[in-house]
């Protein structure tokens, strides 16, 4: 188990309290909604899964591993170029608004806190062209002292929060049909933190055709409540 003070800070990093934006994002749910492809709890709780299989186990989740041993060993040069996969690979200008958005916005949380004269937080605002959001949260990780496995399950759950309480708006549910959804997705978040962890540089990816369709969509969807 962590140490009560790494395990208090990684609950504030997961927290949808966090100040960083992230509960303005739907990552493409809200489009999905409007396709019709998500219309009731069984619906969005399985997009929902298939989304955590496909984009973060396979991208996010191995960036922020591989991320947190580099800052770990102020490697800037392996932090750059995580960073800039991370731009290249967002295949929508609001994909890439969220990263870069919610990058910016746990850089400057960081500059607040205890350790704002940690030299690595000046690196990672110094990103070009903005510091992404699974790099500065695998900073905010090790500067919390989680390891990786920590690290990665706070995340997960972190974004599964805030995709349940997407849900809960577009769809949209009641809070019971959140918390069942929500208990889907704890109860595979474990095993995809693992494959995250231990995925190669060569098989990380982030294909999912379907979602980057309805991201762009959204993009000139007429009514939203969702910057995503």
């Known amino acids: 188990m962590p140490a009560p003070a790494t395990l208090l800070r ?16 739907s990552e493409g749910l809200e489009a999905a909604v409007e396709a019709g492809l998500v219309v009731d709890e069984a619906s969005a709780g399985n997009w929902l899964l298939q989304q955590l299989h496909a984009t973060l186990a396979r991208a996010d989740g191995p960036v922020l591993a591989q991320a947190a041993r580099a800052w770990r060993e ?3 040069t392996r932090i ?10 967002r295949e929508t200008s609001e994909m890439r608004l969220q990263a870069e958005q919610m990058g910016r916005s746990l850089v400057e949380w960081l500059k607040n806190g205890e ?3 940690d030299p690595r937080i000046a690196a990672a605002a110094a990103l070009a062209p903005a510091p992404t959001w699974p790099v500065v949260f695998a900073l905010a990780t090790v500067l919390a002292g989680a390891d990786e496995a920590e690290a990665l ?8 929060e805030n995709m349940v309480q997407a849900a809960m708006k577009a769809v949209p ?11 889907r997705l704890a ?6 933190t693992l494959q995250a962890s231990a995925l190669p540089d060569a098989d990380r ?5 379907m979602l980057a369709l309805l991201s762009a969509q959204h993009e000139t969807q007429y009514s939203r409540l969702f910057r995503s």
């Open 10 to 25: 990684l609950m504030w990093l997961a927290s949808p309290a966090l100040p960083v934006g992230g509960f303005s994002y």
């Open 74 to 76: 102020h490697d800037a």
């Open 80 to 89: 750059a170029a995580l960073n800039a996969w991370v731009e290249a690979t």
């Open 115 to 117: 350790q704002a004269d």
């Open 153 to 160: 399950l706070a995340f997960a759950f972190g974004w599964a």
């Open 173 to 183: 549910l009641g809070q019971s049909a959140a918390q069942r959804m929500l208990a």
């Open 187 to 192: 109860t595979e978040i474990p095993t995809i």
């Open 205 to 209: 990816q982030a294909f999912a055709p």
